[in-house]
């Protein structure tokens, strides 16, 4: 879990794109005295490339800044979940030309995953 998830902010860092917030659902959770698996999100973006996104699709906003669900199972799999360009297009109306602004999403879980 902590590897995958400092896979995601390495490569954030990399690629130059800000990591807004880490949260730490799980721990939020104990601290209220319960339990749940390791689940952390990562909010991210990049707002040269958010913004010409949020001008041409203002309800793209309720889906930005990007987000990974980093999340650990009983048996300690890690799984990683996202929304996917294609289907913040849909949901959005977006042009494809626009959708290059947020296809990093998916490589950046591809490598993590690795």
């Known amino acids: 879990m902590d590897e995958t998830v400092d896979k995601l902010k390495t490569s954030l860092r990399e690629k130059g794109i800000s990591l807004f917030a880490l949260v730490d659902h799980s721990g939020e959770a104990t601290k209220v005295g319960m339990k749940m698996p390791n689940t952390k999100l990562l909010i991210f973006g990049n707002p040269k490339g958010g913004t010409p996104l949020m001008l041409a699709a203002p309800s793209i906003a309720l889906d930005l800044p990007l987000k990974i669900l980093v999340a650990e199972d009983e048996t300690g799999k890690v799984s990683l979940s996202y929304n996917s360009p294609a289907y913040l297009r849909e949901r959005h109306g977006l042009s494809s030309d626009l959708v290059q602004n947020i296809a990093i999403v998916e490589a950046l ?6």
Do not use: L, M, Q, R
């Open 109 to 114: 879980v591809t490598k993590a995953a690795e």
